[in-house]
Structures are given as C-alpha cells and as structure tokens.
C-alpha cells in the first residue's frame, strides 16, 4: 500500500517499524483483514468527510506496543482505509494498482473531454464548409475544398465509431489504404492541430481542497463568525503551545515519547492560518 497524498508520506513516521512493514507489503484488503484480527474496533458507525462527500466508517486502534496506539478508519463496505491523524484530518491509504487505476481513469476523463469538444469543433467545421459551398456554388469549389469537404466527412463518420482521440486516430490509419492520399493527410493534419489547440487551452483540474465555493451569509452571520475566530484564538495558541512541547519530549532512547505530538502541533498552526483566511474573507 502507499498514501494516496504523497505529501501524506510524512507520517509513515508515526508508525512502528512492524506496522510500516505491513503497510508496505500488504494490499488494503489484506490489512483491513490483520486489523480485524488485531485491532479493536471502537465504534461501527463513524461518519468522516472526504472530497466532499460524507463516508461512514468503522473505528478501530491498533495496539502497536504496551503504550502506541494508532487509529484507522475503515468504511462500511470494506473498500477503503483511512489513517486518522487527527480530529479532522485523514490520511487515504491505497493499494499501488488501485493509484494506477485512479491515474488511468483521470486520463479517461481528460481523454473524454478533448473527445467531447473535438467532435464539437468538427461539427461546427462541416457545417461551414457546407455553408460555403451553398454560397458559392459547387462549380467553384476548388479541389483542395474537395478534399477538406470529404476529409471532415470520413472523420465524423469514424468518430462515430469511437470513444476517445485515440481509437479516433487508429480508425483513420486502418482507413488509410483506401483513402486517396491528400484526404487522408488532411484528416491526419486535422486531428493533431484541433487536438492540440484544445490540450493548449484545457486548464488543469483543482483538487478538491483547493475549489472555490460561495458561502452567503447575513450580516449577523458573518460577525458571529468573526467574533468566534477571535474568541478561540488563545485556544488554538494553547493547543499549539501544548503539542510543540509534548514533541520535545523524548525517552531514555533519545526517540519521541509522543510521535504524533509534532503532527498535532503543525494541525493546529494549518488551522490557525487557514482561519485567518477566513477571517479575512469575510471582513
């Protein structure tokens, strides 16, 4: 397995050297199986926020040693492991094949995308050289009009038969023994100039924790917000205060008696800046 976030890649830290082996050797059917059989499960019915959408978890803690304990979240079908770094903030566990997948279908979808408005762009393109033939007359067509003509009509006819840029492109070479020469150039120029003005302009997706949403508050709202960022702001200094001071704390060995107690620290000054951003937002 391996963090779905590889900035998550930070708290392999916060685990045993054991725990950290199994991490990497098994899948994350086979470690939702070793929790089972380890692992005390707390509560059948915890709901957690992810991308957006609500997903209901099972909790257990898994004892590493006499006083390490770490917390893991496993949803209700099974599909999908979750290491709880704190409160709030959850850290995806995924299986190497399973990254690929997700990587393949966001290629998929990017894929579909070119696809969509390049069928756009050729429908657009037909239906103005038909216009232009009809203004002036199919005597006055040149031959290179010919060829764009037949060209753009070979090419809607094979992206009928496909799904994405690529079967497109291997339709249109298989088609190339029985084309004439310049149609099939034609078709050929077509593809990689549309295709590429639209890659050029596609602007690349957010994630979901960097996508703006509109919030609209009254008034009232909006300072009772602000009034409440202030109020707890000697509290997040305390928490913060707190886990630095617990992080400094080592054993006998030299190690960290509270592994988790840095990641807590760096959690609370994330929110304390993400708050003021709030703050500032709603001034």
Not at 117 to 140: P, S, T, Y
């Amino acid at each position: 397995m391996r963090f779905k976030n590889d900035d998550d890649n930070r708290y392999r830290v916060n685990f045993t050297r054991a725990t950290e082996a199994h991490i990497d050797k098994m899948t994350v059917a086979e470690f939702i199986e070793y929790l089972e059989n380890n692992a005390e499960f707390e509560d059948e019915s915890t709901p957690i926020y992810i991308d957006g959408k609500i997903i209901w978890c099972k909790d257990c803690i898994l004892k590493e040693t006499y006083k390490l304990r770490k917390e893991f979240l496993v949803s209700e079908d099974g599909s999908r492991l979750f290491y709880s770094i704190s409160v709030i903030k959850r850290a995806e566990l995924v299986d190497d094949s399973t990254e690929a997948a997700a990587d393949n279908e966001r290629e998929e979808n990017k894929d579909m995308s070119t696809y969509t408005q390049f069928e756009k762009r050729l429908k657009e393109d037909i239906k103005a050289v038909k216009r232009a033939r009809k203004v002036i007359g199919d005597d006055c067509v040149t031959s290179e009009g010919y060829t764009k003509y037949d060209a753009l009509h070979i090419l809607a006819c094979d992206l009928a038969l496909c799904n994405t840029i690529d079967e497109l492109k291997k339709q249109v070479r298989a088609d190339s023994n029985d084309l004439p020469r310049d149609v099939y150039e034609q078709m050929q120029q077509y593809i990689e100039q549309n295709v590429k003005e639209i890659e050029e302009t596609e602007e690349p997706a957010k994630p979901w924790e960097e996508q703006e949403r509109t919030v609209t508050l009254t008034n009232e709202l909006c300072n009772m917000l602000q009034c409440y960022i202030l109020m707890t702001t000697n509290h997040r200094k305390g928490e913060i205060e707190a886990w630095e001071k617990l992080a400094q704390e080592t054993d006998e060995n030299g190690t960290p008696k509270f592994k988790n107690a840095a990641s807590n620290a760096q959690f609370w000054r994330d929110m304390e800046i993400q708050l003021q951003q709030i703050y500032t937002a709603a001034d």
